[in-house]
T-cell receptor, first 111, second 117 residues
Framework: KQEVTQIPAALSVPEGENLVLNCSFT??????LQWFRQDPGKGLTSLLL?????REQTSGRLNASLDKSSGRSTLYIAASQPGDSATYLC??????????FGTGTRLLVSP | EAGVAQSPRYKIIEKRQSVAFWCNPI?????LYWYQQILGQGPKLLIQ????????DSQLPKDRFSAERLKGVDSTLKIQPAKLEDSAVYLC???????????????FGEGSRLTVL
C-alpha cells in the first residue's frame, strides 16, 4: 500500500528565505507526482506535475525535483513571500490517475 | 476557462440526516473524482468516474455513500445517513484523460464543507 509522508508538518520562516519542503513515498512504482497548494477554506491549486521520467519541473520561484528510485520529491521555494503562506500537499499517481496524498506541510511566511 | 464548480460550499446537518453535493467538471474532462479531506489530513479518494462509468470506488463506504455521474458530465455525491465522522471537506476534481493514459493533471474545485452535529 502506497504511503506518502511530508516533512516538516509545519514551517515558519521570515520573508525572503529560500525553503525546501520534503515528500517521501513508499512505493516507487508511480506514474507522476503532483504538488498542490491549499489556502484555508479553499480547494487545491496545482503547482507542478512531474512525470515519472522527469527529474524536475520549474515554475517561477518554484522548483520540484523527483527521485523515483529513492521515493523522494522536494519542492523548493525561492525568496519566499507572505503570499506563499498556505498548506502544500504532494500526491503520487499510482495508476489510472489515482492520487495518494501526503498530510501536507503548513507554511507561514512572516513579513 | 471555467474551473470545477461545486455546491453547496457549506452544509451543516444533524447525524442520521442526508446530504447531497453537486459537481460540474471542466468542460471536456472525461474523468471525475470525489475526494474526502478530514481536517488535518490529506484528501482521500472516494470514487473515480471515467465518463459515466465507475473506475474505482474501493474506498467509498457504500452502506451510506453513493455517487452518480449521469450523462458523463455533472456528478452528485450523497450521504445517507450521515455520521459524525463524515464531517469533512468533499472535493471534486476532474482531468482530461483517455483510457489507459496516466499522465494528466488533476484540477480541483473549492470543496463542500460538511459539518455533522
Amino acid at each position: 500500500k502506497q504511503e506518502v509522508t511530508q516533512i516538516p508538518a509545519a514551517l515558519s520562516v521570515p520573508e525572503g528565505e529560500n525553503l525546501v519542503l520534503n515528500c517521501s513515498f513508499t512505493d516507487s512504482a508511480i506514474y507522476n507526482l503532483q504538488w498542490f497548494r491549499q489556502d484555508p477554506g479553499k480547494g487545491l491549486t496545482s503547482l507542478l506535475l512531474i512525470q515519472s521520467s522527469q527529474r524536475e519541473q520549474t515554475s517561477g520561484r518554484l522548483n520540484a525535483s523527483l527521485d523515483k528510485s529513492s521515493g523522494r520529491s522536494t519542492l523548493y521555494i525561492a525568496a519566499s513571500q507572505p503570499g506563499d503562506s498556505a498548506t502544500y500537499l504532494c500526491a503520487v499517481n499510482t495508476g489510472f490517475q489515482k492520487l495518494v496524498f501526503g498530510t501536507g506541510t503548513r507554511l507561514l511566511v512572516s513579513p | 476557462e471555467a474551473g470545477v464548480a461545486q455546491s453547496p460550499r457549506y452544509k451543516i446537518i444533524e447525524k442520521r440526516q442526508s446530504v447531497a453535493f453537486w459537481c460540474n467538471p471542466i468542460s471536456g474532462h472525461a474523468t471525475l473524482y470525489w475526494y474526502q479531506q478530514i481536517l488535518g489530513q490529506g484528501p482521500k479518494l472516494l470514487i473515480q468516474f471515467q465518463n459515466n462509468g465507475v473506475v474505482d470506488d474501493s474506498q467509498l463506504p457504500k452502506d451510506r455513500f453513493s455517487a452518480e455521474r449521469l450523462k458523463g458530465v455533472d456528478s452528485t455525491l450523497k450521504i445517507q445517513p450521515a455520521k459524525l465522522e463524515d464531517s469533512a471537506v468533499y472535493l471534486c476534481a476532474s482531468s482530461l484523460t483517455a483510457t489507459g493514459r496516466n499522465t494528466g493533471e488533476l484540477f480541483f474545485g473549492e470543496g463542500s464543507r460538511l459539518t455533522v452535529l
